[in-house]
């Protein structure tokens, strides 16, 4: 009987400890899931954040080349040709209506539009853009465009025209600054314009009455 007493004590104990054991085992396995859940979810918050710094830098980047093309147009109309040639890179391609105007890059660019212009009234306009990001440091784009130019009246000077096109470009960072790395203006259709005389209207070409 004392000898049953004892088996049984030892099994009872036996299965004591192997609760014991397995309940151990259970929290450790709960807190290891536990910590592999919180890890997981650390890993996904941090890849979130770099995903959503990512999109944020694509869009202000793309804002930045908004810009840059903004200022293209306004320093034309503004005659601010230094400035203008300064929005190029050293080794831009520029082509207008087919025709390369590349050497001598951004500054002789800006220097042949000013010697054609002068001082006559020039209006453009950019429209519709399609910004496209390469990569960090590059983008192309495709810009609508309309342009009215009257150009001062001089013997064998140009016609004026208001033109209808569309600028094809591409674009690189350069010290953290947007640039032109080449533009290709194509115009669509050009509708003439009389020259620009400073006694006439600059669009319609007739006299001014002077008051």
Not at 31 to 38: E, G, I
Not at 58 to 70: G, P, S
Not at 137 to 152: C, N, Q, R, S, V
Request: aromatic share 10%; proline share 4%.
């Amino acid at each position: 009987m004392l000898k049953n007493k004892k088996l049984l004590t030892g099994m009872i104990l036996a299965v004591a400890i192997l609760t014991v054991v397995i309940t151990g085992c259970t929290d450790q396995n709960n807190n290891l899931t536990q910590s592999a859940q919180a890890i997981d979810t650390q890993t996904l918050q941090a890849s979130k954040i770099t995903e959503l710094e990512e999109k944020y830098q694509r869009l202000e980047d793309m804002e930045q080349v908004k810009q840059l093309k903004a200022r293209y147009f306004r320093f034309v109309d503004e005659k601010k040709w230094t400035e203008f040639g300064d929005l190029f890179t050293s080794d831009a391609k520029l082509v207008s209506d087919g025709v390369d105007y590349s050497k001598g890059g951004g500054q002789a660019y800006g220097k042949m539009i000013g010697d054609l212009v002068g001082k006559a009234p020039t209006v453009h306009h950019g429209y519709m853009p399609e910004i496209e990001m390469i990569d960090k440091d590059h983008a192309k784009g495709i810009w609508a465009m309309e342009d009215l130019l009257t150009f001062p009246e001089a013997k064998n000077a140009y016609p004026g025209h208001h033109g209808y096109g569309q600028y094809r470009e591409t674009y690189a960072k350069e010290n953290g600054v947007w640039k032109i790395s080449s533009t290709e203006l194509t115009r669509f259709r050009v509708d003439p314009l009389k020259n620009w005389d400073p006694n006439t209207d600059p669009v319609t070409g007739t006299p001014v009455t002077k008051k």
